[in-house]
Nanobody, 116 residues
Framework: QVQLVESGGGVVQAGKSLRLSCTAS????????MNWYRQAPERERELVAT???????NYSGSVKGRFTISRDNAKNTVYLQMDNLKPEDTAIYYC??????????WGQGTQVTVSS
């Protein structure tokens, strides 16, 4: 079965960096797009970044220029490098995929807290 396991969250001061990781199993990782979402308290879950199987990436306007999504197909892992973090980046971050467009799968989430 499909499994997504995130790691790398934590508490940091504004302006600092964090790198999130998501290790996947149960599907052909290399050809499927991978996504990072986040959900702040009392807000809807929002798409942060996407990377396709051929390494094309896209970002939400709020993180573009500060966050970088990447993938290592040999390790079945997708990363989210977050630089120049801001308090408004505080949220639970989720890894997501929808292999062959059939069903959405989510990781358990990892908390990121940015203090001012």
């Amino acid at each position: 079965q499909v499994q997504l396991v995130e790691s790398g969250g934590g508490v940091v001061q504004a302006g600092k960096s964090l790198r999130l990781s998501c290790t996947a199993s149960g599907f052909i990782f290399s050809i499927n797009p991978m996504n990072w979402y986040r959900q702040a308290p009392e807000r809807e879950r929002e798409l942060v970044a996407t990377i396709t199987g051929d390494d094309t990436s896209n970002y939400s306007g709020s993180v573009k220029g500060r966050f970088t999504i990447s993938r290592d197909n040999a390790k079945n892992t997708v990363y989210l490098q977050m630089d120049n973090l801001k308090p408004e980046d505080t949220a639970i971050y989720y890894c997501n995929t929808c292999p062959w467009g059939l069903k959405d799968y989510w990781g358990q989430g990892t908390q990121v807290t940015v203090s001012s």
